[in-house]
C-alpha cells in the first residue's frame, strides 16, 4: 500500500482509507441563475458538475454553463438544476498548517496529502429497503438543516421505477414518493443515502478533529460517497449501481400528423437496477408514465440531461457494520 496506516470498518477486515477513492464530496445542493460560491479548502483542488438539467423545452434550446477558478465555483443555469462540488487532495499538497495527524500518499514524488481535517465530506448514514406505495411518505434519520443526497437501486430484476419529492417532517428529510401505480409500478428498491454528518462515532479507531476536540470530521466507520455524472442514457457495470432522483425528460408522441395535439405523453425518470441483458446498470430513460393527451396544443417537451449515480459494491458489503445496525 501507498501509506502506512490502516484503519478499518470496526468488526470487518475492510481497509477503508486504502480501498476507497477520495475525491471528497463537499457540497449538493441546488442552485438557479447566476451564482457562484467560494470554498475554503487549502490543498484540494475543487471540481463542479451540474445534475437535473434539462437540454430543451419544447423548442426552446437551454443553456448551463459552471467553471472553477481555483476555490470559487460560478455558474450560468437556465433554470433550477443541482451542482455537485467535490475536493480531491492537491498533487505534492501538504498541510503544514495542522497540528496533529496528518496522513500522506508517499507513492507521488512529492508525497501528496491523503486525508486531513479541513471538513466532513457526505458519509453513508443510512439504508432503507422497502416496496414504495404511490404518496407514502418516508422520514429518515438525517436533519432536514443537514445537506443529503439519496440515491435509489431496483433490489430484483428490473428498474425500481421509483422517484419522490424531498420534503421536511418533523424536523427531518423524508422522501414523498410520487411513482406511477398504473403501467410501471414501483418495484423493491434499496435506498442509499449520504449527509455531511458523523454516525455510529466507534469506542476506538482512528478519529480526525478540526479545531478542537468538539469538531470531530472522520471517524473509522466512515463510507465516504463515491458519486459521478450520468450525462443522458445508461451506463452499466459488473457492479450495482444507484442513482439519484428525479424525473428526467417529458416526450411527447402524436397518434397522427394530421392532429398534432392528440397522443401520448411520455414520462422518463433516473432509476437503477438490471437491464434487459442482465447488466447493472442506471440509466436517466427508464419509462414510467404514460398519459393520453388531447388537447387544443402540444403538451411541452423536455430531454434528459444529467444525474449522479454511485457503486453499491462497498455499501451493500459494510453499511451494517457501518451505520451499527
Not at 125 to 139: F, G, K, M, S
Not at 144 to 169: C, G, K, L
Not at 217 to 230: A, D, E, G, K
Request: with cysteine; net charge neutral.
Amino acid at each position: 500500500m501507498s501509506f502506512g496506516l490502516q484503519t478499518f470498518i470496526k468488526g470487518t477486515s475492510f481497509d477503508v482509507l486504502a480501498s476507497m477513492s477520495f475525491n471528497f464530496v463537499v457540497d449538493i445542493t441546488t442552485i438557479s441563475g447566476a451564482g457562484s460560491k467560494t470554498y475554503l479548502y487549502p490543498n484540494f483542488v475543487i471540481s463542479a458538475a451540474l445534475m437535473n438539467t434539462f437540454s430543451a423545452v419544447g423548442t426552446d434550446a437551454r443553456s448551463y454553463n459552471v467553471s472553477v477558478s481555483g476555490q470559487t465555483v460560478s455558474w450560468n443555469v437556465a433554470n433550477a438544476c443541482k451542482i455537485m462540488v467535490t475536493a480531491t487532495p492537491a498533487p505534492g499538497s501538504d498541510s503544514s498548517k495542522y497540528f496533529g495527524f496528518t496522513l500522506y500518499d508517499n507513492s507521488t514524488n512529492p508525497r501528496t496529502l491523503k486525508l486531513a481535517p479541513d471538513f466532513t465530506p457526505y458519509n453513508l448514514v443510512q439504508v432503507i429497503d422497502l416496496t414504495p406505495a404511490y404518496n407514502q411518505v418516508l422520514q429518515t434519520s438525517i436533519p432536514a438543516s443537514v445537506p443529503m443526497i439519496a440515491f435509489h437501486r431496483a433490489t430484483n430484476n428490473s428498474y425500481d421505477h421509483v422517484w419522490w419529492n424531498e420534503i421536511n417532517q418533523n424536523g427531518y428529510w423524508a422522501l414523498q414518493f410520487r411513482g406511477n401505480t398504473g403501467l410501471f409500478p414501483m418495484q423493491p428498491c434499496r435506498i442509499y443515502l449520504f449527509a455531511k454528518m458523523l454516525v455510529n462515532i466507534p469506542n476506538w479507531g482512528f478519529f480526525l478533529y478540526n479545531g478542537g476536540a468538539d469538531k470531530m470530521v472522520w471517524h473509522s466507520n466512515c463510507l465516504p460517497l463515491r458519486m459521478s455524472i450520468l450525462n443522458g442514457g445508461t451506463i452499466t457495470s459488473s457492479v450495482p449501481l444507484a442513482s439519484t432522483n428525479g424525473v428526467t425528460s417529458c416526450l411527447f408522441q402524436p397518434s397522427d400528423p394530421s392532429f398534432p395535439s392528440v397522443g401520448t405523453q411520455w414520462f422518463e425518470c433516473a432509476s437503477g437496477g438490471m437491464n434487459s441483458a442482465g447488466n447493472y446498470a442506471a440509466t436517466a430513460n427508464d419509462r414510467y408514465q404514460q398519459t393520453t393527451y388531447n388537447g387544443t396544443s402540444r403538451p411541452p417537451t423536455w430531454v434528459a440531461g444529467t444525474i449522479g449515480y454511485t457503486e453499491c459494491n462497498y455499501y451493500d458489503a459494510y453499511y451494517r457494520q457501518a451505520l451499527g445496525v
